[in-house]
């Protein structure tokens, strides 16, 4: 391979910023789009170019030998139009926030299970590992509120357990604030739920356990187990 | 401050994650009427969103194992019920086989049933293979989430592991074979149709070996247990190699060698087009192998053995067949073993030949020759004959020369044309030439003779450019040679004959010739030859010196006799190539040969002026090696006029004429005083007279009595009626120029040339003991064998010898301690 330097190359190639922006705004864009989708009573006019790497559900479905294929229409029968659209809207600009949607802040959390889970189902690619980053800060602002109550209880009974991306976000959080948690009486409602799940406690036990040790001992050493 | 929403949200979220409990009959309800819409081709209606939800929520619920056995139950009962019974309906009666394992129906019969059930085979595979893929699709959560979590194989691997065993391995019926087997049993059918010639439908079988690719023998799916190896592959070859086997035998008999090969190729390219277009490119180096084997390699001998094989060939010059032959070797083992050996066995083949023609030869030649050695001193008739048969001696050695030439020249072309100039084989060829060079006995002496020849005859009117090719030939052979001090032996015998007696056609040519031994076999074996030519340049120095030295002192006698002279020096030359076996004795007699005056003064002249030159030195006058130029006057006869021929004879003839200046007229001398007077060995002596007396041209002697021997008492006078047409001519002695040894001077050449080896081993084995003190046996054998390799190559036996005189002499002591024998320098 060549090693020369090509600074007049350089000077020819596009911004790649705008180039995102534009695929970004094709998603506002019906224009050149060849597949539909329905969730509820939402609709989106997509590109299979955009969706269809992105996740292996929408590859193939369109590309199968199935009804979606010919009519190029999925309706996705069992999701949320909010989540559906928070998922392409991220498929499309690699976003995830929630501008689109002000006033709800608060119910950021429970978007992000969702959104999770969805990501999950469809096999979107980062869109969890996203979610659940944006689930951590959401609940470091949000872990007084009785919402956050809400998403341990949602994401500790209801969701698969075999990605745990989730469970430690909403962890570190309870650990870090365990003392309010389990101080105050206004969390009383958090504790009762608490006491329903014995394998949050048992986690949160765990991960207390860890901080105490961390914090009062040394970190164990090669030496230390040798002796 | 952000408001708590309504709830919309949060509901939303818990109906998707929260939904009730599936109610899994139900829902595998769906999935398993949509399965059988798929495998019936009616997929077209269904929803792929709502399949793969409903699978979805099934995994989601943990019930995925339960739906992972269902689909499989699913599929092993579609493939039992529905594909195989599909499949079994081709297998028509031409298909099965009899009692005997052969069908009863033609070919084409076979061939037409057997595409049919390949092409149903073939329609099941695809089909399992499009429905699994649209199955896979909507159980993609099922593989993603179940299938990963619990290491089990995907449904796609599960399902081909299923039609492995529902379609491939379930006998058809009780006690027959499983279609797999039937399966291979009918490819093989076809591929052996297509071997007889009969056009098949490639891709069919194709589709099928495909099949067998995509399946493995386990549901482990290890990359080397594939069905095709498994089960195909090594049937396929078993059989190839058995048809191949009685292929190769049947016409090893029927066909000749040419067809043999060119079909071996055309069998092997079939193979290689056949994996190609019909089976799997991995297979290809297999087959290939196979082919090799059972055509090449196990038959190569076979082949090469063949009436019309390699030795035919070579008789008739087919070099295109030979490269078939080569290339078929070449192909499966570089080093070519076996052709390289029936090469090497035909170059021995007729260079014995050769080498038992010359011997022939040289035998039909020698029983003259032997009767003449029986009465040497009898008939004189025979004297023409034996001198004829030592010539016809000279064309055999001459055509042992060109014949070895030739069958060089012939097995180098092939080498080059058929062969393409392979290392291993040309080594090979040179290998035999060598050997069969070095097995005949006169090899050395007939390759100098052919130098002689050459030298004296054969560059008459030849262009540089021939001569050079001749004097290379000479240098080809000489290469192989291995005892190249015996060939030194003769050719400076041969060599010394050509320059004293002035044969050489060129000198030039002559140096040229030496030059290039230089380069060939080195300085050492060259320098006694330029000795040589550097004794005959100073003689003609010494020569003209001495004439002016002599037309210097004014002695201006006209009568005086003017003399040629060649001083040798004596280590040099092989003087004894003058003499013949029979008068080894002449030595000390030479020095008394009685010169007349007038000669005599010639020589004291001479001796004086070279002592003055050279003090110190002593001339031996090797009279038996000169010739006169002498003017004879005849008396008139009849009224003519007295006539004078110039003549040509040997130092003896002169001194024997001389004799007959003093004598009266009608007066003769007996054999025995010419003897008392000139001191002539009687051998030489009897030649002479023989020559001067009874040969019809040189009459110029009258014997009494008149016979064709010169015996004791016999009586000689001056011919006076001698009449010659010519005005010059030469008065020949018998024997002079250079022929094929006699038995006895043979015997001597060895013997003397075993003497000189000794002393060149002595030298070399002191040599090296010198250098290294103290030597084991074994190692002192090896490094004076290589140490004499240039010049020949040792007897150990001799070598062993030698050694023993050496400790005798004290120059070597055995080392008693040793472990191994050794041997220590004494200095």
């Known amino acids: ?132 980053e944006s689930l951590r800060q959401w609940s470091s602002h949000f872990w007084a509120e009785e919402l956050f109550t809400e998403v341990v209880r949602e994401v500790y009974t209801n969701l698969a357990d075999r990605d745990s991306r989730l469970r430690n976000a909403l962890l570190s959080v309870a650990a870090e604030h365990v003392q309010s948690l389990f101080a105050y009486r206004r969390h009383a409602g958090f504790r009762e739920m608490v006491g329903t799940l014995p394998g949050f406690l048992m986690a949160l036990a765990s991960e207390l356990a860890v901080r105490v040790t961390d914090s009062h001992y040394p970190p164990f050493t090669d030496s230390d187990s040798a002796r | 401050m952000l408001i708590v929403p309504a709830g919309r949200m949060a509901n939303g979220y818990k109906k998707g994650l929260n939904g009730a409990d599936v109610d899994f009959e139900k829902t595998w309800g769906i999935l398993e009427k949509a399965f059988q819409e798929i495998h019936t081709k009616n997929a077209s209606a269904l929803s792929f969103e709502e399949l793969y939800r409903n699978a979805y929520k099934i995994v989601l619920k943990k019930k995925g194992e339960e739906l992972y056995n269902k689909v499989a139950q699913f599929e092993e009962n579609w493939l039992g019920n529905n594909v195989r019974t599909g499949i079994v309906k081709h297998l028509t009666a031409p298909l099965m086989l009899d009692g005997t394992g052969r069908t009863l129906n033609t070919q084409a019969e076979r061939r037409e049933a057997g595409e049919k059930f390949l092409k149903s085979l073939k329609g099941a595979w695809e089909d399992h293979q499009v429905c699994m893929g649209m199955l896979t699709d909507v159980l993609m959560y099922m593989d993603r989430v179940y299938c990963t979590d619990h290491r089990q194989p995907s449904i796609f691997a599960k399902s081909m592991g299923l039609f492995r065993d529902q379609i491939l391995r379930t006998p058809v019926r009780p006690d027959s074979p499983t279609l797999l087997e039937i399966l291979t049993r009918i490819i093989l059918d076809q591929i052996q149709m297509d071997r007889d010639g009969e056009a098949i439908d490639q891709f069919l079988i194709k589709s099928n070996v495909y099949m067998l690719e995509g399946l493995y023998d386990s549901d482990q799916e290890v990359e080397d247990e594939k069905l095709y190896l498994r089960s195909f592959e090594r049937v396929f070859l078993q059989s190839s190699a058995a048809f191949y086997r009685e292929e190769g035998e049947r016409l090893l008999k029927e066909s000749d060698a040419g067809t043999y090969c060119r079909h071996a190729k055309r069998r092997i390219d079939e193979e290689n087009d056949r994996c190609r277009s019909t089976l799997s490119e991995a297979t290809t180096p297999k087959i290939q192998r196979v082919v090799e084997d059972e055509l090449i390699r196990h038959k190569m001998k076979g082949l090469i053995e063949m009436e019309t094989g390699v030795s035919f060939m070579v008789e008739n010059d087919k070099l295109h067949e030979l490269s078939l032959v080569f290339d078929l070797e070449a192909r499966v083992n570089p080093q070519k073993p076996e052709l390289t050996k029936a090469m090497q066995k035909l170059i021995v083949e007729m260079g014995t030949n050769i080498n038992r023609n010359a011997v022939a030869a040289s035998q039909a030649t020698a029983q003259p020759a032997a009767a003449e050695d029986a009465a040497d001193d009898a008939p004189g008739k025979s004297k023409a004959g034996s001198a004829k048969a030592i010539n016809q001696q000279t064309v055999a050695a001459l055509k042992w020369v060109e014949d070895i030439l030739g069958l060089k020249d012939r097995f180098d072309n092939i080498c080059k044309a058929s062969f393409a100039a392979d290392q291993t084989v040309s080594t090979a060829i040179n290998r035999s030439m060598a050997d069969i060079i ?252 023989q020559s001067l007396s009874v040969a019809q041209k040189t009459r110029l002697l009258v014997k009494e009595p008149m016979s064709r021997e010169i015996n004791a008492g016999d009586r000689f006078s001056f011919n006076e009626n001698f009449k010659s047409e010519f005005t010059r001519f030469k008065i020949g002695v018998v024997s002079a120029g250079n022929k094929v040894e006699g038995d006895k001077e043979r015997k001597e050449t060895e013997k003397k040339n075993n003497d000189s080896r000794g002393f060149a081993i002595e030298a070399a084995v002191v040599r090296i003991m010198k250098q290294r003190k103290d030597l084991a046996h074994a190692q002192l054998l090896t490094e004076t064998i290589t140490q004499l390799s240039a010049q020949f190559k040792p007897d150990v036996n001799m070598i062993k010898k030698r050694i023993e005189s050496l400790i005798e002499r004290e120059y070597l002591e055995r080392i008693e301690e040793a472990p191994v024998p050794s041997y220590r320098y004494l200095a």
């Open chain 2, 438 to 689: 070095n097995a005949f006995s006169r090899g050395s002496e007939y390759i100098s003779l052919f130098i002689d020849d050459n030298m004296k005859k054969g560059i008459k009117n030849k262009s540089e450019a021939e001569i050079d090719a001749t004097l290379e030939k000479a240098i080809t052979i000489l290469r192989y040679l291995s005892d190249k001090d015996i060939f030194e032996t003769y050719y400076k015998k041969h060599l010394c004959k050509r320059l004293l007696l002035n044969k050489s056609h060129s000198i030039a040519v002559e140096k040229q010739m030496i030059t290039r031994m230089k380069i060939e076999l080195g300085n050492s074996f060259t320098l006694k030859l330029e000795a040589m030519f550097k004794d005959m340049t100073l003689s003609e120095d010494l020569a003209n010196g001495y004439r002016n030295h002599v037309r210097k002192l004014g002695d201006a006698d006209p009568k005086r006799v003017d003399l040629g002279i060649n001083v040798l020096t004596a280590m040099t030359w092989p003087l004894e190539a003058f003499k013949s076996a029979s008068e080894q004795e002449g030595q000390e007699s030479r020095a008394q040969v009685i010169y007349p005056p007038s000669i005599d003064r010639v020589r004291l002249g001479f001796e004086r002026y070279y002592s003055e030159k050279h003090s110190g030195r002593k001339l031996t006058w090797q009279t038996n090696m000169g010739d006169a130029d002498i003017k004879g006057t005849f008396p008139k006869s009849k009224g003519d006029k007295p006539r004078t021929h110039d003549m040509n004879c040997s130092t003896y003839a002169m001194l024997i004429l001389l004799l007959f200046n003093d004598l009266p007229d009608g007066q003769s001398i007996s054999l025995e005083e010419i003897q008392v007077r000139t001191n002539i060995p009687m051998n030489d002596l009897k030649r002479n007279l």
């Open chain 1, 1 to 132: 391979m060549s090693t020369i330097e090509e600074p007049w190359k350089a000077e020819c190639s596009r911004d790649a910023e705008g180039l995102l922006l534009e695929v970004g705004c094709l998603f506002k864009d019906p224009k050149y789009s060849d597949l539909r989708i329905k969730c509820g009573d939402r609709g989106w006019k997509v590109h299979k170019a955009i969706i269809c790497p992105q996740s292996d559900f929408f590859a193939k479905a369109c590309e199968g030998g199935f009804k979606e294929a010919q009519e190029n229409l999925i309706a996705l029968q069992d999701d949320d139009p909010d989540v559906v659209h928070a998922m392409l809207r991220f498929m499309y600009t690699g976003d995830f926030d929630n501008s689109e949607n002000e006033d709800n802040g608060h119910s950021w959390g429970m978007l992000c299970v969702g959104m999770h889970a969805t990501a999950d189902k469809y096999n979107v690619a980062d869109l969890g590992s996203m979610a659940a």
